[in-house]
Structure formats: structure tokens, C-alpha cells
T-cell receptor, first 115, second 114 residues
Framework: KQEVTQIPAALSVPEGENLVLNCSFT??????LQWFRQDPGKGLTSLLL?????REQTSGRLNASLDKSSGRSTLYIAASQPGDSATYLC??????????????FGPGTRLSVLP | KAGVTQTPRYLIKTRGQQVTLSCSPISGHRSVSWYQQTPGQGLQFLFE???????NKGNFPGRFSGRQFSNSRSEMNVSTLELGDSALYLCASSEYLLGGGELFFGEGSRLTVL
């Protein structure tokens, strides 16, 4: 069974710090891994999609890496800002469609960036 | 390009009633997935539709159902509402089936069951 975990569950940092969020998954047979952010009471906003053949993706201050063999992904946020405060979720899409769903989500990391 | 649109955004129902939620995907996307999000359970997959056919279904009772129309718009229905059905219901669209493409979410429909 594909399970996704995220560490830490919550993180509080001062503005300007660089930070790393971690995502682990149990089955390395995946199509894609996607990172999202979610503001309170809102939907999920796609940040980065890493295909299984890729090792990393970058968008602005965000960089996500993927190590399929170890079942890990990290999201690096450079020069954090108060506007980055949100919950960050990672999700993987299993290659084995017997899992019965398209993406399996982690529980998220709640980030607070203090001014 | 318009994003994923969900209606209504908020609704309040009483136990035993039924509710229908609507989702319009991004133009050109044929896959529509539905998720339930609660503080205790996180994001849980309900079902995925592709070209008007249900392709996957999560572990939810038969009270939860859905359909997709020829224009890819989707609806989900919950009958005989229970207090535990109170949640944020999220719709996501994608070009491809079964997680083969990027997921894009709507803002959600917040359902409160009294």
C-alpha cells in the first residue's frame, strides 16, 4: 500500500530563512510527484510536478527534488517570506493502478514564516 | 485559461438531506477527481471520472456518487447526509487519467451538516 508521510508536521521560521520540507513514500513505483500549497479554507495550488524520469524541478524560489529509489522528495524554499505561510502537501501517483486512486497525499507540513 | 470552478462554495444541510456539488474542469481536461478533506482524515480520494466513465473509486459508502457529462463537467451527490459528512469537498482536473498528469484543484465546496 502506498503511504506518504511528511516531516515536520509543523515548522515556524523567521523571515528570510531557507528551509526544507520532506516527503517520503513507501512504493517507489510512481508516475509523478507533485507539491501543493494550501491556504486555510482554500483549495490546493499546484507548485511543482516532478515526473518519475526527472530528479528536480525549479520555480522561482522553490526547488523540488525526487529520489525514487529511496522514496523521498524535498521541497526547498529560499529566502522565505510571510506570504509563504501555508500548508504544503506532497502527493504521488502510483504506477500500480490497483491502488485505485490517482494520487496519494501526505498529511502536509504547516509552515509559518514570521516577520 | 480559466481554472477549476466549484459550486456552491458554501452550503449548510441537515441530517438526512441530500446534496449535489458541481465542478467545471479546466478546458481540455477530461479527468475530474473528487476528494474529501477533514481535519482528522486529511485528503481522501472519492472517485475519478474520465470521458464520462468512473475509473476509480475510493473507500466511501454508496451514499457518495458522481457523474461526468460530455463537456467534462462533473457532479457529485451525497444522499442521506450524516454529521460526519461535514467537510471541504475538492475537485481536481487533469489532462490525463490515473495520475499521469498534473492535478489542478478548485477552491472547494464547504459542506456543513447540522
Amino acid at each position: 500500500k502506498q503511504e506518504v508521510t511528511q516531516i515536520p508536521a509543523a515548522l515556524s521560521v523567521p523571515e528570510g530563512e531557507n528551509l526544507v520540507l520532506n516527503c517520503s513514500f513507501t512504493d517507489s513505483a510512481i508516475y509523478n510527484l507533485q507539491w501543493f500549497r494550501q491556504d486555510p479554507g482554500k483549495g490546493l495550488t499546484s507548485l511543482l510536478l516532478i515526473q518519475s524520469s526527472q530528479r528536480e524541478q525549479t520555480s522561482g524560489r522553490l526547488n523540488a527534488s525526487l529520489d525514487k529509489s529511496s522514496g523521498r522528495s524535498t521541497l526547498y524554499i529560499a529566502a522565505s517570506q510571510p506570504g509563504d505561510s501555508a500548508t504544503y502537501l506532497c502527493a504521488v501517483s502510483p504506477l500500480n493502478d490497483n491502488y485505485g486512486q490517482n494520487f496519494v497525499f501526505g498529511p502536509g507540513t504547516r509552515l509559518s514564516v514570521l516577520p | 485559461k480559466a481554472g477549476v470552478t466549484q459550486t456552491p462554495r458554501y452550503l449548510i444541510k441537515t441530517r438526512g438531506q441530500q446534496v449535489t456539488l458541481s465542478c467545471s474542469p479546466i478546458s481540455g481536461h477530461r479527468s475530474v477527481s473528487w476528494y474529501q478533506q477533514t481535519p482528522g482524515q486529511g485528503l481522501q480520494f472519492l472517485f475519478e471520472y474520465f470521458s464520462e466513465t468512473q475509473r476509480n473509486k475510493g473507500n466511501f459508502p454508496g451514499r457518495f456518487s458522481g457523474r461526468q457529462f460530455s463537456n467534462s463537467r462533473s457532479e457529485m451527490n451525497v444522499s442521506t447526509l450524516e454529521l460526519g459528512d461535514s467537510a471541504l469537498y475538492l475537485c481536481a482536473s487533469s489532462e490525463y487519467l490515473l495520475g499521469g498528469g498534473e492535478l489542478f484543484f478548485g477552491e472547494g465546496s464547504r459542506l456543513t451538516v447540522l
